[in-house]
């Protein structure tokens, strides 16, 4: 049986779940047992009591992208790259993006092609001072994808996204900070404690309202004014009759902390 190529842990004391990426020696490059594995990955997260997520790599990269190695590139029949993008990419960054729980990436090393991609589909990043951020496909002679050419021109507007797709250069992290991709850049020894604290500060978060700040924010650039004015009346409303919002009146009132409910 193979090693495991992703790995998975939930701490039920902290309600932290931790998602490695497990193909060091391979820069933690996409194949279909790693997508396969994510997916079930995910749907144990789902059922857990996780209130938020670290996705991160194992060994010197955070993930490299798809491995080609994986592909068959029989001579005068490529391979379908739309199927497997059908098939594996644009199921998992969807799925990401519809969490209700936050998601922050832990970039402890290159994150290129699709890796870049998947960091951006994560709520939050922390980076090592290390790392580092590629649109390689330009140097294959492809467009970048799962999510890619929607992420990086949200994050950093249409001229800077255009060059880094254009170029296929290499972004520092401390760049990528300075342009909106990244939340905070740590020292490398750092990033994983970094991360983990984000998380858990998050976790304590009332979670009906952080899955309705994250909904409303992903619809907000498809929304006239109007439209979002409409849709935060509404969450606004859910909001205000939950248990939550009373509790977080009355720990202001009382000058505690609160004890939130969660969904």
């Given at each position: 049986m193979s090693e495991k190529s992703v790995l998975l842990g939930i701490d039920g004391d902290t309600r932290l779940a931790t998602l490695t990426l497990n193909r060091p020696n391979k820069l933690n490059s996409f194949t279909r047992q790693m997508h396969d594995e994510l997916n079930d990955a995910l749907s144990l997260v789902e059922k857990s009591n996780a209130r938020a997520l670290v996705i991160t790599g194992a060994?010197?990269?955070?993930c490299a992208g798809q491995d080609l190695a994986d592909l068959d590139f029989t001579p005068g029949r490529p391979p379908d790259l739309g199927e497997i993008i059908e098939l594996h990419f644009n199921p998992l960054i969807r799925r990401l993006q519809a969490l209700a729980l936050p998601v922050i990436?832990?970039?402890?090393?290159?994150?290129?092609?699709a890796g870049a991609s998947l960091a951006m589909a994560c709520d939050l990043i922390v980076a090592a001072r290390s790392a580092s951020f590629i649109q390689a496909f330009v140097k294959v002679a492809l467009v970048p994808d799962a999510g890619g050419t929607w992420f990086l021109p949200r994050r950093v507007g249409d001229a800077r996204a255009l060059g880094l797709a254009l170029t296929g250069d290499k972004l520092s992290a401390e760049k990528a900070e300075e342009w909106g991709?990244?939340?905070?850049?740590?020292?490398?020894?750092?990033?994983?404690?970094?991360?983990?604290?984000?998380?858990a500060q998050l976790a304590e978060r009332p979670a009906r309202a952080?899955?309705?700040?994250?909904?409303?924010?992903?619809?907000?650039?498809?929304?006239?004014?109007?439209?979002?004015?409409?849709?935060?009346?509404?969450?606004?409303?859910e909001l205000g009759a939950s248990p939550d919002h009373a509790e977080g009146v009355a720990a202001f009132k009382e000058k505690r902390a609160p004890r939130f409910e969660g969904l």
């Open positions: 060994g010197p990269a955070f990436a832990a970039v402890n090393g290159t994150a290129a092609g991709i990244v939340w905070r850049v740590v020292a490398d020894s750092e990033v994983h404690a970094s991360a983990h604290a984000l998380a952080v899955a309705a700040i994250k909904r409303a924010m992903r619809a907000s650039g498809n929304n006239t004014l109007d439209q979002q004015l409409n849709l935060e009346r509404d969450l606004q409303r």
